[in-house]
């Protein structure tokens, strides 16, 4: 389990999953989110929330349980802001580095 702090004071604070990063990974919802200036805005977390109610809408039929998971825990949870949203991405991508680092071999 992960943490995120959700505003400049760190007093709040956003709980993620291994699975909510696999989440975000499975649906590539990072991809293209940022604009090229790297400046994360309302707009940014507005978009990403706007592409998931999209995925979720579009594949009614197709177990989404994952994605609702991470709507309700992370994506639309309360303290979720532009300043959370740039820690998330932070996470998602030390995360992906992480997966990419092949697994030193013992003897």
């Not at 802001?81 to 995360?95: H, P, Q, S």
Request: charged letters at 20%; a negative charge; one cysteine or more.
């Amino acid at each position: 389990m992960y943490q995120i702090q959700a505003n400049h004071s760190g007093t709040r604070f956003i709980d993620v999953s291994e699975t909510h990063l696999q989440t975000i990974h499975k649906y590539a919802l990072f991809t293209g989110l940022v604009p090229s200036n790297g400046i994360v805005t309302e707009t940014t977390l507005e978009t990403l929330k706007h592409n998931v109610k999209s995925i979720i809408l579009n594949n009614a039929i197709d177990d989404n349980r994952d994605l609702c998971d991470l709507c309700f825990n992370v994506l639309y949870h309360n303290n979720m802001k532009v300043f959370a949203l740039k820690e998330l991405i932070m996470l998602y991508i030390g995360w992906q580095d992480n997966q990419k680092e092949p697994q030193s071999a013992t003897l």
